[in-house]
């Protein structure tokens, strides 16, 4: 599996940013695909997880509300749409995928990962 991430840029805090994550290679459509970001200076932290069939999310809390994510197995994509963004959010954001299935929203059990692209948001 081959993770492109893409949507990054540079919005003014209360703006919003929609990430796309496209995946190819050997399918993914059950795979649990996740969010991550890295501040710099800081380690890479979850930011949100969607399971294989889309019905079942996980948010951290510095972002529930505000963030959500989806996925189009037709597209092999998913997106993590971010509202609200605030200057902390600024980081640079990864996908990756669980080949498991299972959600467990950690860095430990992704599998494959994205290049990641750059967020920054100002105030």
């Known amino acids: 599996v081959q993770l492109q991430a893409s949507g990054g840029g540079l919005v003014q805090a209360g703006g919003s940013l929609r990430l796309s994550c496209a995946a190819s290679g050997r399918t993914f459509s059950s795979y649990v695909m996740g969010w991550f970001r890295q501040a710099p200076g800081k380690e890479r932290e979850f930011v949100g997880a969607i399971n294989w069939s889309g019905s079942i999310t996980d948010y951290a809390d510095s972002v529930k509300g505000r963030f959500t994510i989806s996925r189009d197995k037709a597209k092999n994509t998913v997106y993590l749409q971010m509202n609200s963004l605030k200057p902390e959010d600024t980081a640079v954001y990864y996908c990756?995928?669980?080949?498991?299935?299972?959600?467990?929203?950690?860095?430990?059990?992704?599998?494959?990962w994205g290049q990641g692209t750059q967020v920054t948001v100002s105030s």
């Open positions: 990756a995928a669980d080949r498991s299935g299972i959600l467990r929203s950690s860095l430990a059990t992704m599998d494959y």
